[in-house]
């Protein structure tokens, strides 16, 4: 089950699935594909709330 990152131990255990299922050759339209989405997504809203970018 795919829930909200909310620590760095989740955000890091995120970044090697992604990690994980990129390296594996699956087919478009997959179970895998929308895990990795999921997470995508998810890993991207950790890092604005925790990393933001600082304007120039």
Do not use: C, F, G, W
């Not at 955000?11 to 478009?28: C, F, G, K, N, W």
């Amino acid at each position: 089950m795919i829930t909200q990152i909310e620590n760095k131990e989740q955000y890091e255990h995120a970044l090697t699935r992604i990690y994980t299922l990129m390296q594996m050759d699956s087919p478009v339209a997959t179970p895998l594909l929308e895990e990795l989405k999921a997470l995508s997504i998810l890993v991207e809203k950790y890092e604005k709330e925790h990393y933001p970018m600082l304007k120039p």
